[in-house]
């Protein structure tokens, strides 16, 4: 079956980083534009950062650019996001998700197929 299995979240105070972890099975991984998405109580899911399987191309989140950096491990077919100085405001329970083919992306949610059951990540003030 499909499975997206977000780990690496948790409690972290404002400056510090993350790496959050997406392993991903049951489909085939290369063929996948991989995103993170985060939602934060009373807000709508918005992207943060995908990732094609095909070329490596990359989007980031205006709120995150210059302080993330998302990554994959075709091998281990397993995407990971780095967030460096984090700030409350980036407390938000984070999602992975997979969206069919490698060009023409785009880094929506309403574009994903599947979708992991989430990380939290909460960030201190």
């Known amino acids: 079956e499909v499975q997206l299995v977000e780990s690496g979240g948790g409690l972290v105070q404002a400056g510090g980083s993350l790496r959050l972890s997406c392993a991903a099975s049951?489909?085939?991984?290369?063929?996948?534009?991989i995103g993170w998405f985060r939602q934060a109580p009373g807000k709508e899911r918005e992207g943060v950062s995908c990732?094609?399987?095909?070329?490596?191309?990359?989007w980031y989140a205006d709120s995150v650019q210059g302080r993330s950096t998302i990554s994959s491990d075709n091998a281990n077919k397993t995407v990971y996001l780095q967030l460096n100085s984090l700030k409350p405001e980036d407390t938000a329970v984070y999602y992975c998700?997979?969206?069919?083919?490698?060009?023409?992306?785009?880094?929506?949610?309403?574009?994903?197929?599947?979708w992991g059951k989430g990380t939290l990540v909460t960030v201190s003030s």
């Open positions: 990732i094609s399987n095909g070329d490596g191309s990359t």
């Open positions: 049951g489909f085939t991984f290369g063929r996948y534009t």
């Open positions: 998700a997979a969206q069919p083919g490698t060009t023409g992306w785009s880094c929506y949610y309403g574009m994903m197929d599947y």
